[in-house]
């Protein structure tokens, strides 16, 4: 069983999970480490708090990781929204905490989340797509403290056309573009599995880019199921193992202290 590197508690303000839940769930699939890996987002403008409460999740965390140390290795996470004005307020705030892992994700793209239709109703898919994939491209400019991107593509599971018509390769340049930078730069991308629980037919980022990124040199690649309740940590995994030796990997990586650490597939 992989270690899932992308999981989200009562600590984020989207999720009831309860951390120990959580443990007992992973524990049961026999997974040997876990990343919490609560959002934190600045000025989120719609009705969810997306802000980390990082004092209380401090406090919290390395007393639940130290406690269960027995059963299973925990890591202390945080998924960061990186938007193109937030790099030095996001550096401050990564400062604060030891964290071991930092996931760096776009949620929001000109302040507006497409998660909601109002996003779509004045575009086509592909001019929706380009303008997330720029905005990507722009942000990582300014946001330089994390780990790996988070969930590359997924806002294809939010159109109102369905992913059926999505085509990867119409945006197989701008990947490549966002991929190289990761890669020059040491950071890495994630294999997220939650859309799939979701009905997706592939994870996030689809396998095209998984195989593009291995053949540029990408070494680094987390696996996570997004996972905001207890049972659907680790969903997907056998699948997203397959991915994964499909794109050429031979191994995936957890962190701790914001280190990658290789482990076979
Ligand atoms: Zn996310
Ligand atoms: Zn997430």
């Not at 929204?81 to 990564?94: A, C, D, I, K, Q």
């Amino acid at each position: 069983m992989l270690s899932d590197f992308h999981v989200h508690t009562r600590f984020s303000g989207d999720s009831e999970a309860d951390p120990e839940a959580i443990l007992d769930h992973a524990v049961s699939m026999g997974m040997r480490h876990i990343c919490f890996t609560d959002h934190h987002d600045f000025d989120y403008q719609y009705e969810t708090d997306f802000n980390l409460p990082a004092e209380a999740y401090w406090s919290y965390m390395p007393e639940l990781r130290d406690r269960r140390a027995g059963q299973i290795a925990v890591s202390i996470g945080v998924e960061t929204g990186l938007e193109v004005p937030m790099g030095s307020r996001l550096h401050t705030f990564v400062a604060e905490h030891p964290y071991d892992f930092v996931i760096g994700s776009c949620h929001l793209l000109n302040g507006i989340d497409p998660y909601y239709p109002d996003f779509w109703q004045d575009k086509t898919d592909r001019e929706a797509l380009e303008l997330y994939f720029s905005i990507i491209r722009a942000t990582l400019d300014t946001c330089r403290d994390f780990d790996v991107y988070g969930h590359l593509d997924y806002i294809i599971r939010y159109s109102p056309n369905g992913i059926q018509n999505y085509n990867p390769s119409d945006y197989l340049e701008q990947a490549e573009d966002i991929l190289k930078t990761l890669i020059a730069e040491g950071k890495g991308i994630e294999l997220n599995t939650g859309g799939m629980y979701k009905g997706s037919v592939f994870p996030n980022p689809h396998p095209l880019f998984l195989k593009r990124y291995r053949e540029l040199g990408g070494e680094i690649i987390t696996v996570g199921a997004d996972a905001h309740k207890p049972d659907l940590v680790g969903y997907g995994f056998q699948q997203a193992a397959e991915y994964l030796k499909e794109a050429g990997f031979r191994y995936y990586c957890i962190f701790k202290e914001r280190k990658p650490i290789f482990l076979p597939l």
